[in-house]
């Protein structure tokens, strides 16, 4: 159970797919303008991590390594499809909306495909699953707090509530995509400068996490691996 829980933990903090690895920029910037639509989006990407990684757990050893990615990417359209009809029946006509086209982009999101090829087709469906959750809830909890971060510097308002009611004039730049870059660097500035404190603290160099970026993705180079 220990074992699982460091899975968890993992993905929330440790390897954070937006804070350390760096994956799913695109919805991150695009749709934290507010904190209900990261909410809504993260929640939607961690529906589909958790399913697929349990799917694919489960067929990896029978599918070819050859076919595996197109197999792979069915079985999370698979789930993209349902959490579009779940979101499409049941959230407000306002968040569906807003998330728009980046359901669908899902699909291609190097976070899912990433952990489905990294971590799902070689481990058991338990590990897996929590695998997803814990990515899922790192991802959900960072456009969360960005979109919270956004819309209160943008506007007072935080999930749509105007926390500062004299606030009548909006400020456009946190809302904007510039404005998402710098904040976002902000964030990851004080969180490696916290690691690097705590790391100094406790009598140790502190090491940025190697291997985790794109160039050791190998997803890209599938194809010419495959030959």
Request: hydrophobic residues 50%.
């Amino acid at each position: 159970m220990k074992n699982l829980l460091n899975i968890l933990f993992n993905g929330i903090w440790k390897e954070n797919p937006v804070l350390v690895l760096l994956l799913g920029t695109c919805p991150t910037l695009a749709l934290t303008t507010g904190a209900a639509n990261g909410a809504g989006m993260g929640l939607a990407t961690t529906f589909v991590l958790v399913g697929s990684n349990f799917v694919i757990s489960c067929i990896s050893g029978i599918v070819p390594r050859k076919i595996r990615i197109p197999v792979y990417i069915v079985v999370i359209a698979t789930f993209v499809t349902v959490v579009d009809f779940l979101l499409q029946a049941y959230a407000p006509a306002a968040l569906y909306a807003a998330l728009g086209i980046f359901i669908p982009l899902i699909v291609v999101n190097c976070i899912v495909l990433g952990r489905a090829e990294a971590f799902a087709s070689k481990n058991n469906p338990l590990r897996s699953i929590f695998d997803g959750l814990g990515m899922g809830l790192g991802f959900t909890l960072t456009l969360t707090c960005l979109g919270m971060i956004r819309e209160f510097a943008g506007s007072g308002s935080v999930f749509g509530v105007k926390v500062i009611t004299a606030w009548t004039t909006d400020f456009l730049l946190p809302t904007s995509a510039p404005g998402a870059f710098i904040i976002v660097g902000v964030i990851l500035a004080i969180r490696n400068h916290l690691k690097a404190r705590a790391a100094l603290k406790a009598g140790k160099l502190y090491v940025p996490p190697t291997g985790l970026d794109c160039r050791h993705c190998n997803i890209c180079s599938l194809q010419e691996n495959d030959k």
